[in-house]
């Protein structure tokens, strides 16, 4: 099954324009990108912006993060699952990882207030301390002798964690979604 937030179609301007919430799509797109179920399909405009339309140019979405959660995915969102679905506007799951892909994440996401909650990320990773990698988290977890920790979020958004040394985190926040700059100004 695909799973996708916008396209082409519902983007502003078209003729089946379908606004979402700016807070909400770090949410749905973390849903769609991070979890077991679904082949996720990232649009365009959403990673790069949109440029024309009586709109003029639209930035990135997901606070120009989106390519932080495709990468998160690519290296972290592999394995089992266990979802945290017990808070009406806070909810959580983890992925365990892989014998390939070692590292899993644990991710919560709220749509109301800022949150927390308390995670099994495996006893594989006990006393490791995550960081968050979406940036808007910057305490540490210490992940307790049985595999559990605390994980936070702030509100309306998602925070996704990993192991502070695990492998890759090195490569976050450095995407360049600025295409268009070029196109502004004077010509």
């Not at 919430?21 to 082949?39: S, T, V």
């Not at 990673?47 to 997901?62: A, D, N, Q, T």
């Not at 949150?115 to 995550?130: E, F, I, L, N, Q």
Request: one cysteine or more; charged letters at 25%.
């Amino acid at each position: 099954m695909r799973t996708f937030v916008m396209n082409h179609d519902t983007q502003p301007s078209q003729s089946l324009e379908e606004p979402i919430a700016d807070f909400f799509k770090p949410l749905a797109y973390a849903l769609i990108l991070l979890r077991k179920e679904g082949y996720p399909c990232l649009f365009y405009g959403d990673l790069y912006g949109v440029c024309g339309g009586c709109k003029g140019i639209l930035k990135p979405s997901c606070n120009d993060k989106l390519a932080d959660l495709a990468l998160a995915r690519n290296l972290y969102a592999y394995g089992r699952q266990r979802d945290y679905f017990d808070k009406r506007h806070c909810i959580g799951f983890v992925r365990f990882g892989d014998s390939g892909h070692p590292d899993g994440l644990a991710c919560i996401l709220s749509n109301g207030p800022a949150a927390t909650k308390r995670m099994y990320v495996g006893k594989a990773h006990a006393d490791s301390v995550w960081t968050e990698i979406y940036g808007y988290c910057r305490s540490r977890v210490k992940i307790d002798s049985r595999g559990y920790g605390v994980f936070g979020v702030v509100a309306r958004n998602v925070s996704v964690w990993v192991r502070e040394d695990a492998a890759g985190r090195e490569r976050f926040g450095k995407f360049d979604s600025d295409i268009y700059s070029s196109l502004q100004g004077d010509h």
